[in-house]
């Protein structure tokens, strides 16, 4: 198995624990936006460690392109946490998974990269997969309001991957993902 595999696994086991404390926080009183604080900030220190492995001038120039996807995620992560806050954790986390059939769907509006075809029925399959696991028999407020924020927050999400795909590379991937995660932290 490759490497990249168990890294997904353990991203995704953790995400997982994260959305139930996460709901356990704001069930017990938390604001959205103090989780978010908390949250980001303990995250900002992570990812200033990424700079020891920046080389070479960092185009300020371009600093509006990094902010603009820290501003989609802090907004993305809002819409998280009020999905999770509205409904169930078991309804909220597959709803992420939407996330990939964004990113795609970003990337071939905006002409980022070419998207082949099997690549883009791949994600139209993991929507599909994604729609049915996210559907409950309960057609509730609550239900819909928690699938439509999951939606808004990857399809945010999927904007700020994207973008991080799209100019890191040129800005420099380790100081754009930390001016990114610095904008996300002062936003909060």
């Known amino acids: 198995m490759e490497p990249f595999h168990s890294y997904a696994t353990v991203a995704a086991i953790g995400y997982a624990v994260a959305a139930v404390f996460s709901k356990q926080a ?3 009183g938390a604001g959205i936006l103090r989780l978010s604080f908390v949250v980001n900030w ?3 220190p992570i990812f200033a460690t990424l700079l020891f492995g920046h080389s070479g001038p960092i185009p300020w ?3 509006y392109l990094p902010a603009l996807a820290g501003m989609l995620f802090f907004i993305g992560q809002v819409f998280t946490f009020a999905a999770i806050r509205v409904g169930d954790v078991s ?11 964004f990113a795609v769907l970003i990337a ?17 399959v993991a929507m599909i997969g994604v729609a049915l696991l996210g559907i409950s028999g309960s057609s509730t407020e609550r239900v819909r309001l928690s699938i439509g924020l999951a939606l808004l927050s990857s399809l945010l999400f999927a904007g700020a991957d994207t973008m991080v795909g799209t100019y890191a590379g ?7 993902l930390f001016v990114m995660m610095l904008v996300n932290a002062l936003l909060s």
């Open 108 to 124: 071939v509006i905006c002409g980022t990269e070419p998207i082949s075809l099997p690549l883009f029925m791949a994600a139209f």
């Open 61 to 63: 120039e371009k600093f």
């Open 26 to 28: 704001l069930s017990k």
């Open 91 to 101: 309804l909220q986390t597959p709803m992420m998974g939407t996330k990939a059939v």
């Open 170 to 176: 040129s800005f420099g991937v380790p100081a754009f």
């Open 42 to 44: 303990v995250f900002l």
